[in-house]
């Protein structure tokens, strides 16, 4: 059986995202300073530096997505949104969003599925076990969702792409997550980003 | 003039002391675990991998620390209490202690001195600078007082030890502390740590 792992891009402080996520700034309030451009700068401005991470973050044979990652609609879908990621999605393989509405899959170009889990994150995971077979299923974000499957325990692998800047204030990675054991399996740094694996160990 | 440098150990999720310190348990409560000693076991127990950065934290020319990091003693001075480190303490300087309570200095062995500051952290700043000449001032903690002096935009340089647990709760760098645009400096992992040095730029 494959891995739970789970690739998340934080501030020094630990923040993915910042507070008031919004289809135009879809990592929130920034303060005017592109604060989610500059949070990601380490993909986008020096991919080639980091492609084994790149690489690895779409590795995965199932993805589960909060709600909030998956796009800017709130309660019902009143409206058509198959994510931030275009026609043809970056995952190649099935996605499980985590929803309170239900809603029929989603097929998009390259083999990415969106499908809507509405009866909770251990229903989203046994799902997307059995689509990745012995391949490994990503908690893709945001950082509420991973902390949900970190709480439960459910969590083998962690990788952090830890950025220079702070926020102070938006959706912090372990915030209300029980103490946890964690065994560090590598740490690389980059110019723009530092990279640490950790494995979470059994509580 | 010397740079303002703060080095600190911290959890992955930013902690560097749980809630409840005490003089039995100075970094707070542990669940049982030993948490204070996983925190500290990257300089306890691979000091020889981590000498650089062992050696740095004791480099500079004077130090501040907060009233919590010297002792667990509160409010007057009602009982003589000379710090952690013993009689002959590491620092080979003056260590400015922020307090509401005034108290004479007090010289230790090796060179140490303990200066009582009650007027608040820039004067104690000013005084340290005073003291390091050309050299260093490291805000040598705890996470509290760094966070004061990262708010007042008064440090140059953070070199955080981040080691892989998380705590969940207690005293955590970077609370309270507006956005910070930093650069990172350096990055290196060890077994048991990964350290990053970065320069804070100005605001």
């Known amino acids: 059986m494959g891995r739970v792992v789970s690739s998340i891009t934080i501030s020094a402080d630990g923040y993915s995202a910042g507070l008031n996520q919004s289809e135009e700034r879809p990592f929130g309030d920034d303060g005017g300073d592109g604060w989610g451009d500059r949070l990601h700068a380490w993909y986008s401005e020096t991919s080639e530096e980091n492609r084994a991470e790149i690489d690895q973050m779409t590795s995965a044979r199932a993805y589960i997505m909060g709600r909030n990652m998956f796009g800017p609609v709130r309660g019902a879908w009143d409206r058509q949104w198959n994510g931030w990621w ?3 999605p970056p995952y190649h393989a ?7 509405h239900a809603r029929e899959p989603q097929p998009m170009e390259g083999g990415t599925t969106y499908h809507f889990v509405t009866d909770g994150i251990e229903s989203a995971l046994a799902q997307a076990r059995e689509a990745a077979g012995d391949g ?38 372990f915030e209300g997550v029980p103490p946890l054991t964690l065994e560090q399996v590598s740490s690389r740094a980059a110019s723009l980003v530092t990279h640490v694996t950790y494995r979470v160990l059994p509580g």
């Open 94 to 100: 099935p996605v499980f969003v985590l929803t309170h």
């Open 86 to 88: 275009g026609d043809n």
């Open 136 to 173: 490994d299923v990503a908690i893709q974000g945001g950082a509420t969702t991973i902390n949900q499957y970190l709480a439960a325990g459910l969590v083998d692998e962690l990788r952090l792409h830890i950025v220079p800047l702070t926020l102070g204030a938006g959706t912090r990675l």
